[in-house]
T-cell receptor, first 116, second 113 residues
């Protein structure tokens, strides 16, 4: 297993278009997380899944954002009607369900989105 | 809500010297964990060191050590014998009862040859 994989690595889109990102977690991990990182800031939590169930969503996740993990393996994050403020790096992470310890949390290299 | 503050946007250190990065946090939770992550230009977040709040002993990992002051809610990272490969963004992070990290804004560390 080569870790958490995210595709594409870069995405440039015009304002108003829809985009979809994919995350493939470590196969043994049943938790999967999405974070957003804007320039000069630390990552901010968006949402997480345990298996296929989406258990928590941040208030940052507006109605234009939707995340899925249909078979409890890979996940997709879709942004509809993109806005320039959506420009950021979108990080995915996966872990075992070790409550509160953060142990074994593995991040991907992110998808950098630029909305022009 | 929990918050994490890093007051040093940028720091620099001479190769082989020691540097300390500062972090403070705010929480009302009694059980939590604190972390330092490194993010090089390759963008992947790499765990540097982890501290359980219930442990009084400061964590160490080779050249990296922390000074954890629970009462002051302070969690600084010391890098000894700095190497060129240590240059990166460093993020202080908190995880408590929730399932997600709360990150600080980061400190950009430059290592000068």
């Amino acid at each position: 297993d080569t870790g958490v994989s995210q595709n594409p690595r870069h995405k440039i889109t015009k304002r108003g278009q829809n985009v979809t990102f994919r995350c493939d977690p470590i196969s043994e991990h049943n938790r999967l997380y999405w974070y957003r990182q804007t320039l000069g800031q630390g990552p901010e939590f968006l949402t997480y899944f345990q298996n296929e169930a989406q258990l928590e969503k941040s208030r940052l996740l507006s109605d234009r954002f939707s995340a899925e993990r249909p078979k409890g393996s890979f996940s997709t994050l879709e942004i509809q009607r993109t806005e320039q403020g959506d420009s950021a790096m979108y990080l995915c992470a996966s872990s075992f369900p070790l409550v509160g310890s953060g142990d074994g949390y593995t991040f991907g290299s992110g998808t950098r989105l630029t909305v022009v | 809500a929990q918050t994490v503050t890093q007051s040093q946007p940028e720091m620099s250190v001479q190769e082989a010297e020691t540097v300390t990065l500062s972090c403070t946090y705010d929480t009302s939770e009694s059980d939590y964990y604190l972390f330092w992550y490194k993010q090089p230009p390759s963008r992947q977040m790499i765990l540097v060191i982890r501290q359980e709040a219930y442990k009084q002993q400061n964590a160490t990992e080779n050249r990296f050590s922390v000074n954890f002051q629970k009462a002051a809610k302070s969690f600084s990272l010391k890098i000894s014998d700095s190497q060129l490969g240590d240059a990166a963004m460093y993020f202080c992070a908190y995880i408590g009862y929730g399932q997600n990290f709360v990150f600080g804004p980061g400190t950009r560390l430059s290592v000068l040859p």
